[in-house]
């Protein structure tokens, strides 16, 4: 199957400072990712729609000025916490769309993310 | 109410056993429908995806009424690595074929 990854996998800041988490398609093109978010116990919350070339497309009550996205290529899309705080701490996955064969999403490893 | 509910569990259940889970949606315009497995701290994998006329996979059994908006999940002979969380994932309707909706999940522990 299509390989999916995020770096890092895990990482610890202080409060009040950014943090970039990136995905990468590695074997096929994405022109669609989709950055998720999950807290212990909860199922996985949709946060956005990263595009290839425009502006992603944010669900309902999730800051945009807060967590940035860019997907600047076919194969990377980024996420990046702005001035964090303990409560967002959590468990962010991203997915990749692949338009080719059985239009499956497939998920990264999941970056774990302590802002203490 | 939730766009996606499943019973949390956890199912406790021997070695060898057939387990079910279920699953209700509430957007009845929703296309696909699929369940996930997802290990303690790892992310999602797809386990099958859920056809109208039923489908199989070895000892995994789905199916869907879209009558009743209700997707189901069987297990049969149950191995320890089965335990896992099941999640009931679903995909379309009006928001856009490619957003998922994912359950909270079904936690299955398989004992000894």
């Known amino acids: 199957g299509a390989v999916v990854s995020q770096h890092p996998s895990w990482v610890i800041c202080k409060s009040g400072t950014s943090v970039k988490i990136e995905c990468r398609s590695l074997?096929?093109?994405?022109?669609?990712m989709f950055w998720y978010r999950q807290f212990p116990k909860q199922s996985l919350m949709l946060m956005a729609t990263s595009n290839e070339g425009s502006k992603a497309t944010y669900e309902q009550g999730v800051e945009k000025d807060k967590f940035l996205i860019n997907h600047a290529s076919l194969t990377l899309s980024t996420l990046t916490v702005t001035s964090a705080h303990p409560e967002d701490s959590s468990f962010y996955i991203c997915?990749?769309?692949?338009?080719?064969?059985?239009?499956?999403?497939?998920f990264g490893p999941g970056t774990r993310l302590t802002v203490t | 109410r939730k766009e996606v509910e499943q019973d949390p569990g956890p199912f406790n259940v021997p070695e060898g056993a057939t387990v079910a889970f279920n699953c209700t949606y509430s957007n009845s315009a929703s296309q696909s429908f699929f369940w996930y497995r997802q290990d303690c701290r790892k992310e999602p994998k797809l386990l099958m995806s859920v056809y109208s006329s039923g489908n199989e996979d070895g000892r995994f059994t789905a199916q869907l009424n879209r009558a009743s908006q209700y997707i189901s999940l069987l297990i049969r002979d149950s191995k320890l690595s089965d335990s896992a969380t099941y999640l009931c994932v679903v995909n379309g309707g009006n928001t856009g074929f490619q957003k998922l909706v994912f359950g909270t999940g079904t936690r299955l522990l398989v004992s000894p």
């Open positions: 997915s990749a769309f692949k338009r080719e064969g059985s239009y499956e999403q497939y």
């Open positions: 074997d096929f093109q994405a022109t669609t």
